[in-house]
């Protein structure tokens, strides 16, 4: 696995693990709804994954976009449909969010390489 996405998936496992541990109620609900909100369900979880890419990238989240972009790789999204996305998230972003979709492409790109 790409030291990239090993580093980020470590990392955010840790930390999850502490916030949970805390045993605050209103964290604990807040990642409830967010496993919730990305489950199946009118929409397709591939969908959602991108919709939630659109999101973070926009609102300038890195962590968001790496989780969105491993999330929606697993899913089957193809680079074209990564980048017909994240254009769409640079658009309605601005500039600003190019430096997000700088970072979005190379890890996208470890992601590839450890699938090969």
């Known amino acids: ?25 209103v964290i604990k609900r807040i990642f409830n709804l967010d496993t919730n909100t990305y489950m199946e369900g009118a929409l397709d979880v591939k969908t959602k994954e991108l919709l939630g890419l659109v999101a973070s990238a926009v609102l300038r989240c890195d962590d968001c976009i790496k ?26 972003g601005g500039t600003i969010v190019i430096p997000h979709l700088r970072r979005a492409y190379e890890f996208w790109e470890a992601l590839e390489e450890q699938t090969k």
């Open 67 to 92: 989780y969105h972009l491993e999330t929606a790789h697993k899913q089957g999204v193809t680079k074209a449909e990564m980048m017909e996305t994240m254009s769409i998230a640079t658009l309605v």
């Open 1 to 25: 696995m790409s030291n990239l996405v090993k580093e980020f998936n470590d990392y955010r496992s840790k930390m999850n693990e502490k916030l949970l541990a805390d045993d605050n109620k």
